[in-house]
Antibody, heavy 119, light 109 residues
Framework: QLQLQESGSGLVRPSQTLSLTCSVS??????????WSWIRQPPGKGLEWIGY???????DYNPSLKSRVTISVDNSKNEFSLKLSSVTAADTAVYYC???????????WGQGALVTVSS | DIVLTQSPGTLSLSPGETATLSCRAS???????LAWYQQRPGQAPRLLLY???IRAPGIPDRFRGSYSGTDFTLTISRLEPEDFAVFYC??????????FGPGTTLEIK
């Protein structure tokens, strides 16, 4: 069974860079033609797609965050990562990593990692 | 850009009843690119349906998806206590590439 696990700093200072990694187990990040996404959810609010990456390195981002987001992949470690720069309190959220496939939605999700932006 | 609107915002029902949740798109979209998720408190979303009406593995047949034009419906029959949660619809293919509706809360009456 595929499993995804987020890790990274839970507290980030305003104007700094948020960094998270998603470790994938139970399957290879390179197989099946899947995309690997980051999705966030501010406390008590809805879901926002941040961006995705393929094992090839091809990526796409939400235009609203594009100037501040970088998603990278490390196939040798079977993991992908998120960097979000110049964070503010509005970036406080639970960050999820998830596997996606075109028409099939996001079928596997990590448990989520709460990141708080505060001084 | 396609905007998804979900209604009602909150639905109060009792176990055993049938829930009908709506997701309306602001313009025509490919039904193949519409998915539904359930999110229980403190948990990650769980994929229920994709391509508007195809159940994800392990999802019971009490969950059914249908659509007509820009209106998509999630019907949950014979509600069980574990069904009460927040439900999101999600579209692929617009800008941003993936977008979610605001959600419908299904609560126990």
């Amino acid at each position: 069974q595929l499993q995804l696990q987020e890790s990274g700093s839970g507290l980030v200072r305003p104007s700094q860079t948020l960094s998270l990694t998603c470790s994938v187990s139970g399957g290879s990040i390179e197989s099946g033609g899947y995309s690997w996404s980051w999705i966030r959810q501010p406390p008590g609010k809805g879901l926002e797609w941040i961006g995705y990456i393929y094992s090839s390195g091809s990526s796409d981002y939400n235009p609203s965050l594009k100037s501040r987001v970088t998603i990278s992949v490390d196939n040798s470690k079977n993991e992908f990562s998120l960097k979000l720069s110049s964070v503010t309190a509005a970036d406080t959220a639970v960050y999820y990593c998830a596997r996606g496939f075109l028409t099939s939605g996001f079928d596997f999700w990590g448990q989520g990692a709460l990141v708080t932006v505060s001084s | 850009d396609i905007v998804l609107t979900q209604s009602p915002g909150t639905l109060s029902l009792s176990p055993g009843e049938t829930a009908t949740l709506s997701c309306r798109a602001s313009q025509s979209l490919n039904s193949a690119y519409l998915a539904w998720y359930q999110q229980r408190p403190g948990q990650a979303p769980r994929l229920l349906l994709y391509s508007a009406s195809i159940r994800a593995p392990g999802i019971p047949d009490r969950f059914r998806g249908s659509y007509s034009g820009t209106d998509f419906t999630l019907t949950i029959s014979r509600l069980e206590p574990e069904d009460f949660a927040v439900f999101y619809c999600q579209h692929y293919g617009g800008s941003p590439l993936y977008s979610f509706g605001p959600g419908t809360t299904l609560e126990i009456k």
